[in-house]
């Protein structure tokens, strides 16, 4: 069995046995990346100093230290989080080769975990998209399929787990960026409470709506890079000052759980939704009945303003991302256009934002500055603000009836490069399970669910729980997990197809 | 303040807003953008049918308030990292051109 389909437990448990050292796992998952991702195009940059900060592992190791759980285990970097010594662009040309001078908080707690940054995934620009079609260095691949999409934003993290280069990652969520691209790659990702991880560092796009979070092949990998890179960051104005109990313990217990008696899951109506795919409606309903017969009682809920969450989004997310893309002045970083014959620098700053954001950034600042403007703020922004509120009563009502609750973590299967990229408000409409959670501040995880019948890619199931209890969510995810691969007898994603040929594969190996 | 918004996006509107957020647009751009703007607005007008003036408004999901931290010296950035990213400086400032244009 290669080293690059293990997950992070068992290298972390291989790592602490002595029987491999991190340079072997390191170089193991940089001779995969050599090897496939010129087709996936997971990675914007690959960290020269991998191998190096494997190597100061193992001697910190041998020394005698004491180390945690995922010690010297490698794990890919979504491009929207700050890293010495690599650059961090968040997929735009206007960041072309910028290096940070300092770590995000999340990143410098990984190193600090003995973790080995293997590069820099990419992105939609700033986290503008569902596809990482907006990427200003072009798209990322489905490894299900090179011609489809990866999901997105965070298409690049979910893409390079999926393919085996990398076992964990880290993304971001504004508005499904971690849990879209999981369902679309049969991966797993966790959106946390909005403030139990750190956004120091993490170059924003929504300040009310963007959080940190894990990406993985299993539940279990997830709950252990959530417990590194939560908890309370006083460099995080918005970081909550709680107590989190150990996620990793949650999924062990949920992935040893006999029964689900006595746990209440509530289906959300309004997001099981005849015009999704045929599919992932089949998937998500045989995972219910899954749910049912383990013991689970199963509950309808109804959020009745569910329908009117994408257009809140998209009021709110622009109007904030419009304020925070102004640091991108010309000034202080990234890049400068000089408009021929010279000007002031308001005419500087005007040619370099032209020049240096694509299509989507530029359509969602005026959206977000047309919002913001006197005479139509009450109207617009005002409105969806108040939308937040009746999303945020609807949840709570929910959560009284219901100690979970699931749906589909995506409308559809991946669909194909291009497809929607001339259509923006389609594009839009592809986060309509996930932007609840968002605009709610509640947590959320997408995992597999099968394959859909029709087309054979990957569909996600959707697990919410109620702020701070982001521990149901790996508690229920482990046990769901373990049912399905019971039921198949095997992982989803060793049912993937072989990238390099030649190369031992999950699937021979029985991976997990 | 209407609770029915005019959607109505001119290519002067666009164009106006571009100036507001810095961003030089071409006329094809502009024309292009005037399209989607209300296409897009038309759709997320629809907020306006449920949020009545008896519904407060949410602007953080989890709100915190009197976030302080004691005020201690810690370590910050050197000049020298501060200006590493920089498009232009001259080893201790920014630089930038000219502040104000000619007719100002």
């Known amino acids: ?512 | 303040m209407s609770t029915e918004p005019d959607a109505g996006v001119t290519p002067d509107v666009v164009r106006h807003l571009a100036g507001l957020a810095r961003i030089a647009l071409t006329e094809h751009e502009i024309t292009k953008l005037t399209g989607e703007l209300m296409v897009i607005l038309d759709n997320v007008a629809k907020v306006n049918e449920v949020a009545g003036p008896d519904v407060p408004a949410t602007s953080h999901p989890i709100p915190l308030s009197n976030v302080y931290r004691d005020d201690v010296p810690g370590v910050t950035l050197t000049t020298e990292q501060a200006l590493a990213g920089a498009p232009d400086h001259d080893g201790s400032r920014f630089r930038v051109t000219a502040i104000l244009g000619e007719e100002q």
Request: aromatic share 6%; with cysteine.
């Open chain 1, 1 to 512: 069995m290669s080293l690059f389909t293990r997950t992070a437990s068992s290298l972390g448990e291989m790592l602490a046995a002595g029987e491999v050292s991190s340079v072997e796992v390191t170089q193991a998952h940089l001779d995969r990346i050599a090897a496939v991702d010129a087709d996936v195009h997971a990675f914007l940059h690959v960290n020269a100093g991998a191998l190096d900060a494997a190597a100061a592992v193992d001697k910190r190791r041998s020394a005698g230290e004491v180390l945690g759980p995922l010690a010297g285990v490698p794990i890919a970097i979504k491009d929207v989080l700050c890293t010495l010594g690599m650059p961090s662009t968040a997929g735009s040309r206007i960041l072309e080769g910028w290096i940070p001078p300092y770590d995000a908080t999340v990143v410098a707690r990984l190193r600090s975990a003995g973790l080995v940054p293997l590069g820099k995934t990419n992105m939609d620009e700033f986290a503008m998209g569902s596809s990482t079609e907006h990427s200003a260095y072009g798209a990322s691949h489905n490894p299900w399929d090179l011609e489809r999409i990866p999901g997105g934003s965070g298409g690049g993290s979910a893409a390079a787990v999926a393919a085996f280069e990398a076992p964990i990652a880290l993304g971001s969520d504004t508005g499904g960026s971690i849990r879209q691209p999981a369902a679309v790659t049969g991966s797993v990702g966790v959106k946390p409470t909005y403030g139990g991880v750190s956004r120091y560092g993490a170059i924003a796009l929504a300040s009310s709506l963007d959080q940190v979070g894990p990406v993985s092949r299993n539940v279990l990998d997830s709950a252990l890079v959530h417990d590194i890179i939560g908890g309370h960051d006083p460099r995080d104005s918005t970081s909550l000052t709680d107590q989190w109990p150990s996620f990793a313990a949650a999924a062990r217990e949920g992935a040893a759980a006999e029964s689900l008696k006595g746990v209440r899951i509530g289906v959300v109506k309004e997001l099981d939704s005849p015009g999704f795919q045929a599919g992932v409606h089949q998937r998500f309903h045989e995972a219910l009945d899954l749910l049912a017969a383990n013991g689970a009682e199963i509950v309808e809920v109804s959020a009745p303003h569910f329908e009117y969450a994408v257009a809140a989004y998209y009021l709110i997310l622009p109007a904030e991302a419009s304020s925070n893309l102004a640091k991108f002045d010309s000034v202080r970083f990234g890049m400068r256009v000089n408009p021929p014959g010279g000007g002031t620098v308001e005419d500087v700053m005007a040619a370099t934002r032209e020049a240096g954001f694509g299509d989507e950034v530029k359509r969602r600042i005026i959206l977000g500055t047309y919002a913001l403007s006197a005479g139509y703020y009450d109207a617009y922004y005002g409105s969806a603000q108040k939308v937040r509120t009746l999303i945020q009563r609807d949840f709570a009502s929910a959560f009284e009836q219901a100690d979970v609750l699931v749906s589909p973590a995506a409308p559809t299967t991946a669909f194909k490069l291009g497809e929607k990229i001339n259509d923006p408000l389609a594009m839009y409409l592809n986060d309509v399970t996930t932007i609840p959670a968002n605009l709610a501040g509640i947590p959320g995880m997408g995992l597999p669910a099968g394959l859909a019948p029709e087309d054979g890619l990957p569909v996600g199931i959707q697990i919410m729980a109620p702020a701070r209890e982001d521990a149901r969510l790996y508690k229920l995810g482990a046990t769901l997990e373990r049912l399905l691969e019971d039921k198949w007898g095997h992982t989803l994603l060793s049912q993937a197809p072989s990238l390099a040929p030649g190369e031992m594969f999950a699937a021979e190996s029985g991976a997990v």
